[in-house]
């Protein structure tokens, strides 16, 4: 049964490890819970690395989405919204099943890559997104990839993504592990470590922001407990203590920056949830 917490801290549900309190909280181990709780109007987290929740707290209800069975067919494999998609790419990986290589490391649930449509090292989902379970509008409804509108890390879908079938096609073991390896490598020498939700703003008409935002000067630039990254100027990371506030003064510095400096506009990455002070 779930277990539902009153005036709940966030910061633990989400990955830069700030943040207020949820008036309620619950985790959803099971699909019925994660339905019930999205037929009461939870807003949904997965593993909460792609969001910054205010200082204030967020008022109303957060389920944070645990769910995580999977099951594999001969081509493909179906699976919960909840399960963390590097743990599904391992698994890929040991099944000598492709398509989940760029996703090796990514910190992220299946839901959650879905709704922003994740990728990396030229992959994403949508390229193997095959039919997802949505509960939206009270009803349990059926998409196809077409219907979920993949774009540029976004999608059109609405509601609470329950479950997903992916394409998982037989491929040369020895050729995924190794890929799988390569873009782990890539992570870990060109990401920081410590506290972050990954890139803070999408690549602008093909310019990665983080090179607009160094070429800024702002590599390095302190606010509180929160830097932007002198290894990644795309990501912020909370070095210790930070507030969301820090974190949300140095997207606008960085965003100001470089608007002055180059004119372009940069468009966040990451979602805001709660209040702000
Ligand atoms: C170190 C690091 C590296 C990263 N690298 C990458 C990268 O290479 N590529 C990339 O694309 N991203 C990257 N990210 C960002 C992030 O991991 C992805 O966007 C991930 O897919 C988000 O999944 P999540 O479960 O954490 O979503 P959350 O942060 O929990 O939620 C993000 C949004 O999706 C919604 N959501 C979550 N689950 C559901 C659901 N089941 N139904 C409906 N809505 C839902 C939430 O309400 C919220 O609006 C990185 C993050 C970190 C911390």
Redo the contacts with the bound molecule.
């Keep these: 049964m779930t277990e539902f917490l009153s005036n709940a801290p966030l910061g633990r549900c989400?990955?830069f490890l700030t943040g207020g309190r949820a008036d309620k909280l619950a985790f959803c181990y099971k699909t019925e819970e994660?339905i019930a709780a999205a037929s009461e109007g939870a807003?949904?987290?997965?593993?909460?690395?792609?969001?910054l929740v205010g200082d204030l707290g967020y008022r109303g209800f957060v389920a944070v989405?645990r769910t995580g069975d999977k099951l594999f067919g001969p081509d493909h494999c179906e699976c919960d919204?909840?399960l963390l998609?590097s743990a599904l790419a391992r698994e890929y990986a040991r099944q000598g099943r492709t398509g989940l290589e760029w996703a090796y490391g990514?910190?992220?649930?299946?839901?959650?890559?879905?709704?922003?449509?994740?990728?990396?090292f030229g992959g994403?989902?949508a390229d193997v997104a095959e039919k997802l379970y949505?509960y939206v509008d009270g009803k349990m409804r059926i998409m196809t990839a077409e219907e979920c509108g993949f774009g540029y890390?976004s999608s059109n879908?609405r509601?609470?993504?329950?479950r997903v079938k992916l394409r998982a096609p037989e491929g040369d073991p020895a050729e995924i592990n190794a890929a799988c390896e390569r873009n782990f490598t890539l992570?870990r020498q060109s990401?920081p470590i410590g506290a972050?939700?990954?890139?803070v703003f999408k690549a602008a008409d093909g310019v990665p922001a983080g090179q607009l935002i160094e070429q800024a000067g702002l590599k390095g630039l302190v606010c509180g407990g929160a830097e932007i990254s002198p290894k990644h100027a795309n990501?912020i990371v909370n070095r210790g203590g930070a507030l969301s506030g820090d974190v949300l003064q140095l997207m606008n510095t960085a965003a100001a920056a470089v608007y002055d400096k180059f004119g372009v506009k940069l468009e966040r990455?990451?979602?805001l949830?709660g209040d702000f002070c």
């Design positions: 989400c990955t994660l807003l949904v987290l997965g593993r909460g690395s792609n969001i989405n919204s909840g998609i990514l910190p992220g649930s299946i839901g959650g890559a879905v709704m922003g449509n994740a990728g990396a994403c989902i949505v890390r879908i509601g609470t993504v329950v992570r990401q972050s939700a990954g890139c990501f990455e990451i979602k949830y």
